[in-house]
């Protein structure tokens, strides 16, 4: 017998970035309010939906895409602050299933966090299914870079 | 540095591993213990390296077997068939494929070598 369940992970929609800024075929830049107390997690979950976003971006939302690996990753000696995060990936190299990102978080200039993203794309299946996720995706996008938040 | 060296170095760090030693008929997933993340690492460094246009299926010959089930389903001769789908193979490679699959993934580092020096631009 299967079960449902809730998990309220007190985040809207689990989308974590609050802007995505310009986008080209190359790059992608973000932004982040980290407020207090401070998560690195949450830095690098924001990083990870900005590479995320730009792959879909790279594919014209024609395929899912997740995060597969994070490599040559720097992070801070101690615990990072709150505050307005920049966020930049920049797309190292990509084939027809994965795409790699340097993304990085910079705070007023100091670059906090980076690392070297690995993402992979799938079609759509039953799993994945394109009449859900495309549209989710497209939407969280636009809203996204139009600077009114997921909920737009 | 030539094509098996450079690829060397890159395989030596996606599997983490020191000193490497690979020639070009080095098995990837049956030597190597390639997985497929591994392999899909490997993919974007090529591109990135090599400035080459990667289609993983092809690379990696992943869709082996579809194209062999679809031969068979045509009627189609299997040589043949691949040598279509696998155009950077030449036909004693293919042949050599076709009499190795049963030792699992047949996968050499030759592969990757005739698939970047096919498209490659350097």
């Known amino acids: 017998m299967s079960k449902r369940i809730s998990i309220n992970t007190g985040l809207s929609g689990f989308v974590l970035l609050d802007r995505i800024g310009e986008t080209a075929a190359g790059n992608i830049t973000g932004s982040k309010h980290i407020v207090s107390p401070p998560s690195l997690a949450l830095v690098i979950e924001s990083l990870a939906q900005l590479g995320a ?3 879909r971006y790279l594919t014209n939302f024609e395929k899912h895409a997740f995060l597969l690996k994070i490599k040559s990753c720097r992070l801070p000696a101690s615990t990072i602050p709150a505050g307005f ?3 930049s990936g920049e797309l190292q190299g990509r084939s027809a299933s994965a795409f790699t990102h340097l993304l990085r978080a910079k705070l007023a200039d ?3 966090m980076e690392g070297v993203f690995l993402f992979a794309v799938v079609a759509y299946d039953s799993t994945f299914r ?4 495309e549209s989710h995706y497209r939407r969280g996008f636009s809203c996204l870079q139009k600077d009114i ?4 | 540095m030539d094509v098996l060296e450079e690829i060397t170095i890159i395989l030596a760090e996606i599997l983490d591993m020191e000193g490497l030693e690979i020639t070009p008929e080095t098995y990837l997933i049956r030597e190597l213990g390639a997985e497929s993340i591994d392999l899909l690492e490997l993919s974007v460094a090529i591109n990135s390296r090599f400035n080459i246009e990667v289609n993983d299926d092809e690379l990696f010959l992943r869709t082996l077997r579809i194209h062999l089930r679809a031969a068979e389903m045509e009627g189609r001769d299997a040589a043949g068939y691949l040598a279509e789908k696998y155009p950077v193979l030449t036909v004693s490679r293919v042949g050599e494929i ?3 699959m049963g030792g699992g993934p047949v996968l050499r580092m030759k592969d990757i070598i005739s698939y970047i020096t096919c498209y490659g631009k350097n």
């Open chain 1, 53 to 55: 976003y730009h792959v």
């Open chain 1, 85 to 87: 995060y920049t966020l």
């Open chain 1, 110 to 112: 100091e670059t906090i």
């Open chain 1, 130 to 133: 394109k009449e859900i996720l």
């Open chain 1, 149 to 152: 938040g997921i909920d737009c």
């Open chain 2, 98 to 100: 076709l009499a190795d």
